[in-house]
């Protein structure tokens, strides 16, 4: 299956720390990446290679992966973080790329 | 500085057709690969199509195989997407993104050009 499933919606209090989780059997072969997305703003990159940031990303911002699943993790959220969050990999094939359904994180 | 930026979005009649473009610069425009993801209105990201590097190999979504094609320009340093047979639900924002040169991971956006098809 191509498919990666993510939780609608979480909801974290000012300063604590939330997990999203992403999950799809291409996951056990691929990394995910992980985009951040306001409204009304383009997608941006936040973590890569299961745990890596790209310059001007806050370090509370990690990754992991083990077996089936990512996730992204926050660590002492703040006001700013409040978005959807969409994990990215790639099909069996290595060839196509597959986008999460996305998680909505509120930030308390 | 990196920047894409996407234009030709417009309203079309379903079965119409419209060519999207993103142009660069920032960068070696034929060193990296290069997407298309869009938007809905108030759903979730959905890849498009991609367009590799040097071969410029294509590959596709299957909601848009064989209505779809991807290409580059590597003198106007431009990508493409034409869209033929276009429906309703092809309604939304288009996104052009480059591939960072290691991982294939999308790391520069552009801002998005809208696509409307309605009647």
């Known amino acids: 299956s191509s498919e990666l499933t993510q939780d609608s919606a979480v909801s974290v209090a000012l300063g604590q720390t939330v997990r999203i989780t992403c999950q799809g059997d291409s996951l056990r072969s691929f990394h995910a990446s992980w985009y951040q997305q306001k409204p009304g703003q383009a997608p941006v990159l936040v973590i890569y290679?299961?745990?890596n940031r790209p310059s001007g990303i806050p370090d509370r911002f990690s990754g992991s992966s083990s077996g089936d699943a990512a996730s992204l993790t926050i660590t002492g959220a703040q006001a700013e973080d409040e978005a959807d969050y969409y994990c990215?990999?790639?099909?069996?094939?290595?060839?196509?790329?597959?986008f999460g359904s996305g998680t909505k994180v509120t930030v308390l | 500085e990196v920047r894409l930026l996407e234009s030709g979005g417009d309203l079309v009649q379903p079965g119409g057709s419209l060519r999207l473009s993103c142009a660069t610069s920032?960068?070696?425009?034929?060193?990296?690969?290069l997407i298309w993801v869009r938007q809905a209105p108030g759903q979730g990201l959905e890849w498009v199509a991609a367009?590799?590097?040097?071969?410029?190999?294509?590959y596709y979504a299957d909601s848009v195989k064989g209505r779809f094609t991807i290409s580059r320009d590597s003198v106007r340093n431009t990508l493409y997407l034409q869209m033929n047979g276009l429906r309703v639900e092809d309604t939304a924002m288009y996104y052009c993104a480059k591939d960072d040169s290691i991982l294939g991971v999308p790391e520069y956006w552009g801002q998005g050009t809208r696509v409307t098809v309605s009647s």
């Open positions: 367009i590799s590097a040097s071969r410029g190999n294509t």
């Open positions: 990215l990999s790639r099909d069996s094939s290595g060839n196509l790329r597959v």
């Open positions: 290679a299961k745990n």
């Open positions: 920032g960068f070696t425009f034929s060193n990296f690969g």
